[in-house]
């Protein structure tokens, strides 16, 4: 199994930065995509960003040029930087994990507990 702890998520005002981590732990033999995603209250989760394990890219488009996404292999960590954040940013944020634990011979999604981030005006 591979647990996730997440941390960062805060109040902030518009146009500020906040910066999110989460952790992988476990019985974790190869990640391959580490990535954020967001529930806004009443819709559905949606994708912010993913990051593959040779550092592959890719954004919302309602996200790029102010989100930055980043992992550290050595630590199992990834890390979402977001600057001139708006109040549509406002969400819970939940880091996603694809890996392949100990007994497994397929990667499996597995997900952290979700962290606010609200913005305000």
């Known amino acids: 199994q591979v647990q996730l702890v997440e941390s960062g998520g805060a109040l902030v005002q518009a146009g500020g930065s906040l910066s999110l981590t989460c952790a992988a732990s476990g019985s974790i033999w190869s990640i391959s995509s580490m990535g954020w995603y967001r529930q806004a209250p009443g819709k559905q989760r949606e994708l912010v960003a993913k990051?593959?394990?040779?550092?592959?890219?890719a954004y919302s488009d309602s996200v790029k040029g102010r989100f930055t996404i980043s992992r550290d292999n050595a630590k199992n960590t990834v890390s979402l930087q977001m600057s001139s954040l708006k109040r549509e940013d406002t969400a819970v944020y939940y880091c996603?994990?694809?890996?392949?634990?100990?007994?497994?011979?397929?990667?499996?999604?597995?997900w952290g507990q979700g962290t606010q981030v609200t913005v305000s005006s």
């Open positions: 990051i593959t394990g040779s550092g592959t890219q």
């Open positions: 996603n994990v694809r890996a392949i634990t100990s007994g497994r011979i397929a990667f499996d999604d597995y």
